[in-house]
């Protein structure tokens, strides 16, 4: 094992994200020497579903990894790492190696009767299913979107019955097709966020295959985030995939929060975010999630989560959708250029409201609005929803015994500069960007060093590949700060009434 890997030795990662897919290669140092990335194509065919082609899925990525091989020297390449969006099933034969259907995306809300018919049927199942896999019976995970497929795709019901169904999230399908077909397997971090997996175990349960009637044998072998997971052919090359994990516990080990208590958030399409909790997996009594933040050497490490749906997308949306601005990057000018939101307020529950509330049927919400309100007004709301959304999930930490001194954030959003201040304000804590906002493929990067011999462990591999760019400090006061949360909440309430 190496403590000062080869200077001339990249990793490359694949982060197979929700709305586009990129490679990018690290040096052990943290530096990007290249990258590419696609836009992933989203399919809507019907309200609240949310739909990927697997097909495109590994097209796009096996493009991407190409190029950037192609770019730095294959030779150069000592391990890939792959990270990705979670929840994400994908369903495919194993014969063929060909995709059954389309995946189902994390967003997608389409089961979510059937989550409310199994609590219904059951007042108490909830509590034990959360016992038992730290998650809430919720459409957002993905054992009932694979209850879903079996009972409305033939395709899919008719592979599972003749032995030929394969499923597995989304880094699952990619370990496939790297492979040649030859591994199925799954990361902890990933199998986690199925409502399958015991998270004491880190095994699949026979309770929760039984109550969601899933064919255990369509299911990949659990394996650490770390290790010889598998050999991808690349350029005529046989490449060890040796780190995995799931995008946002990637962009936690990226942020460096290996001790209890480190605190992160990821700002892309969705919020997500993680308190590292230690090696007892955690109970949260205040609707937060506990998820394995990663597992080596067979032990698992875990974290409390909370999950916000529409971060980014809320600005998608404005220019998308509204057609307000013309590009993202003008919601920061535009918020600068008024003194505050005029009185608007919007909770941006275009696709649910997440954590801590769990209402999937809860729709989005812009008020306040007078005479004067201008389009600067609704996206400095739409930017300040992002810092009071994550103060709800500050609360809920709090609650359950997590108080947030410090806050790493990551993720696109967060070049965003006024932004980064406006959570600090929201939060009335420090705020910390790094100086690579690519945590979560700087995370996979770390993982698939550790995996292949070029760092002792996580802390050296963020010692040498991990550091920070700026801080911010909040520079409002205490009254101030309570005014916008009054604000804000009296909104949410309004959409959950």
């Known amino acids: 094992m190496n403590d000062q890997p080869m200077p001339d030795q990249l990793i490359l990662v694949l982060d197979a994200g929700t709305t586009s897919t990129r490679a990018i290669a690290f040096t052990a140092t943290g530096a990007i020497v290249a990258s590419a990335g696609r836009p992933m194509t989203q399919h809507y065919p019907a309200s609240g579903w949310v739909e990927h082609d697997a097909a495109e899925i590994w097209a796009l990525s096996i493009a991407c990894l190409e190029e950037v091989a192609a770019a730095v020297g294959i030779d150069r390449i000592a391990a890939i790492g792959i990270t990705n969006q979670?929840?994400?099933?994908?369903?495919?034969?194993?014969?063929?190696?060909?995709?059954?259907?389309?995946?189902?995306?994390?967003?997608?809300?389409?089961?979510?009767?059937?989550?409310?018919?199994?609590?219904?049927?059951?007042?108490?199942?909830?509590?034990?299913?959360?016992a038992r896999t730290g998650l809430l019976l919720d459409p957002y995970f993905s054992g009932t979107k694979f209850r879903w497929a079996l009972d409305n795709w033939p395709m899919v019901a008719d592979?599972?019955?003749?032995?030929?169904?394969?499923?597995?999230?989304?880094?699952?399908?990619?370990i496939w097709k790297l492979s040649g077909g030859t591994t199925h397997v799954t990361d902890a971090t990933n199998a986690s966020r199925t409502l399958l997996m015991d998270l004491a175990s880190c095994e699949w349960d026979d309770d929760l295959i039984a109550l969601l009637g899933v064919p255990r044998a369509a299911l990949p072998a659990i394996v650490d985030c770390a290790g010889p997971l598998a050999h991808a052919s690349l350029l005529g090359r046989t490449i060890a995939i040796t780190g995995a994990a799931g995008d946002q516990q990637a962009a936690a080990i990226g942020q460096g929060c290996l001790t209890a208590g480190a605190l992160k958030a990821t700002y892309g399409t969705g919020c997500f975010l993680l308190a590292h909790a230690g090696?007892?997996?955690?109970?949260?009594?205040?609707?937060?999630?506990?998820?394995?933040?990663?597992?080596?050497?067979?032990?698992?490490?875990?974290?409390?989560?909370?999950?916000i749906f529409v971060a980014g997308s809320a600005v998608q949306w404005l220019r998308d959708g509204l057609g307000i601005i013309a590009t993202s990057a003008e919601s920061e000018a535009l918020a600068q250029s008024v003194p505050d939101n005029g009185g608007v307020t919007f909770v941006p529950a275009l696709a649910g409201l997440g954590a801590p509330y769990w209402n999937p049927d809860a729709r989005g919400l812009i008020c306040g609005l007078s005479g004067g309100t201008t389009r600067a007004h609704i996206?400095?709301?739409?930017?300040?929803?992002?810092?009071?959304?994550?103060?709800?999930?500050?609360?809920?930490?709090?609650?359950?015994?997590?108080?947030?001194?410090?806050?790493?954030?990551?993720?696109?959003?967060?070049?965003?500069?006024?932004?980064?201040?406006?959570?600090?304000?929201?939060?009335?804590?420090?705020?910390?960007?790094?100086?690579?906002?690519?945590?979560?493929?700087?995370?996979?990067?770390?993982?698939?060093?550790?995996?292949?011999?070029?760092?002792?462990?996580?802390?050296?591999?963020?010692?040498?590949?991990?550091?920070?760019?700026?801080?911010?400090?909040?520079?409002?006061?205490?009254?101030?700060r309570d005014g916008r949360r009054a604000q804000w909440q009296a909104a949410v309430a309004r959409v959950l009434a």
């Open 86 to 130: 979670r929840e994400t099933i994908c369903f495919w034969d194993r014969s063929t190696g060909e995709p059954l259907a389309r995946a189902i995306v994390w967003q997608d809300r389409r089961t979510a009767d059937h989550c409310a018919q199994l609590k219904a049927a059951d007042p108490g199942l909830e509590a034990r299913v959360q």
């Open 279 to 307: 090696a007892k997996a955690p109970v949260s009594t205040n609707r937060l999630l506990s998820t394995v933040a990663w597992r080596l050497g067979g032990k698992a490490a875990y974290a409390l989560e909370g999950a």
């Open 159 to 174: 592979a599972a019955k003749d032995g030929r169904l394969a499923v597995g999230t989304v880094e699952s399908w990619l």
């Open 379 to 480: 996206v400095r709301a739409a930017l300040e929803a992002q810092g009071q959304q994550t103060a709800d999930l500050v609360d809920a930490l709090a609650a359950d015994g997590v108080a947030a001194a410090r806050l790493r954030v990551d993720g696109g959003m967060v070049a965003n500069n006024w932004l980064c201040q406006d959570l600090a304000d929201s939060l009335g804590i420090v705020v910390e960007r790094p100086r690579v906002i690519e945590t979560t493929a700087m995370g996979a990067a770390m993982l698939a060093g550790v995996g292949a011999g070029l760092f002792a462990d996580l802390e050296s591999a963020a010692a040498a590949m991990a550091a920070a760019d700026r801080s911010f400090h909040p520079a409002i006061d205490a009254a101030a």
